[in-house]
């Protein structure tokens, strides 16, 4: 079971507590009215989906009840830090990402029940 | 037709547990969901008759009057004796939201050394003197619903549920009982 660091509750609670809330730092445009499909389909649709470091807005939605933005690892699960809904995007390109090598995927792991 | 409603406590005939965990019923109480905003807390405090805790996990008691902090602007207040909540929240002019939940909730009280054991069975919360003590409550889950849970005694604790989900979370914590007793 993950534990997730809450920065209302200023402690890590169990993933049950949490739900997910898709990517952080999404900026809705001033001009939504304005804008093309191009940039609607943008905005609204489009995600990177990257491997590695991702910012999710999660809600601690069985405990304080607050959203809250957290950077994870998509590919350890590891969660790297989190705080507070408003607060900018922290730089973490200095961060180490997890990769095949240092985690045990579920491809690996069949690879060697194999 | 009957001239008057009779009260039918959701949790009436239940009753079990184990040696060292009893598992009961709540007498009825009133309750208040309070939303409020840090500007409110003083004068809503001196209307409650006791201070709003403004920390995490944190609760504030007085004679049979529970506020539990449950977010950064959002209490349950509890009152054993049956209080007029709603009517004192009524009176403070500070800008608050406060709904009556006192029929929305039951709780179950769940004492003894096997309590804490008891409760663990079915939630992820660390209940542990020094992160959980007495005084100490929190929105959390157990098994598949939601519940408010508070520590009141050292082998005390009360679990506040939604009403119609009672009979479940009263099965799952006498199951607990029974295993942490093994
Ligand atoms: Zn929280």
Known sequence: MLLIYCPYCEEERSELEFRH?????????????????????????????????????????????????????????????????????PNLSGEPTATEKTVETYEAVEGIAK | MADHALRKA????????????????????????????????????????????????????????HALWLGPDEWLLIDENGADLMGIASGVSALHSATDVSHRNTAILVSGPDAAGAIASACPLDLGNAIFPVGAAARTVLGKIEVVLFRSGEEDYRVECW????????????????????
């Not at chain 2, 009672?166 to 029974?178: D, H, N, R, T, W």
């Open chain 1, 21 to 89: 809330g898709g990517d952080a730092h999404i900026a809705r445009p001033a001009n939504i009215a304005d804008i093309t499909d191009e940039e609607f389909q943008d905005y609204f649709f489009l995600r990177d989906n990257p491997k590695g470091l991702i910012f999710e807005r999660w809600r601690h939605i069985h405990g304080c009840g607050r959203f809250f933005n957290a950077a994870r690892d998509t590919v350890s699960d590891k969660f790297v830090m989190s705080y507070k809904a408003g607060e900018p995007k």
């Open chain 2, 10 to 65: 959701p949790l009436g005939r239940h009753h079990g547990g184990s040696a060292g965990a009893r598992v009961t019923p709540a007498a009825p109480a009133t309750r208040l969901s309070l939303r409020a905003g840090e500007d409110a807390i003083g004068t809503l405090s001196l209307a409650f008759g006791l201070e709003l805790p403004r920390r995490p996990k944190t609760s504030a008691s007085v004679s049979g009057r």
């Open chain 2, 163 to 182: 009403r119609s989900f009672s009979p479940y979370a009263f099965g799952l914590l006498v199951e607990g009982a029974e295993d942490a007793g093994l």
